[in-house]
């Protein structure tokens, strides 16, 4: 369901491989959502949205490395960004998924996915530029 543009390339083989398996464990996590033999989804749900947090903290990191290595004048505001994305996983409320775990997985992955996207080519890209400059 979630497939990787070429639009999304950063041409950074490091960023686009990890963005590249951000989109992976979305679409494991669409494929769990449309398995109808597994009806309690709750444990692996929780997996999903452990994974999917280990690897955004991963590729942030990772990123904001590169950020700062070539002097990124909007660093700051693209770690807090970064920040809040986190904050927005790690605050979900798991009481509510077991009431509806196809709805709220698939919540989950629209929001991600908006968001990656979105900041994929907005934020991601104006750092691209920047690093073009440079050379």
Do not use: P
Not at 83 to 92: G, M, P, T, V, Y
């Amino acid at each position: 369901m979630f497939e990787w543009k070429e639009e999304y390339e950063t041409k950074i083989e490091v960023i686009d491989e990890q963005h590249k398996e951000l989109f992976k464990i979305a679409n494991e996590s669409y494929a769990l959502l449309k398995n109808d033999l597994i009806l309690d989804k709750y444990d692996k749900v929780i997996v999903i949205i452990n994974k999917l947090l280990d690897y955004c903290e991963y590729h942030f990191s990772t990123e904001e490395q590169y950020l700062l290595d070539i002097g990124y004048k909007k660093f700051l505001s693209h770690k807090v960004q970064h920040e809040e994305f986190i904050k927005k996983l790690r605050d979900q409320d798991l009481k509510k998924m077991d009431e509806n775990q196809d709805e709220y997985l698939m919540n989950i992955l629209n929001f991600f996915m908006k968001w990656i996207s979105g900041h994929i080519l907005a934020r991601d890209m104006d750092y691209v530029q920047f690093a073009r400059t440079l050379s």
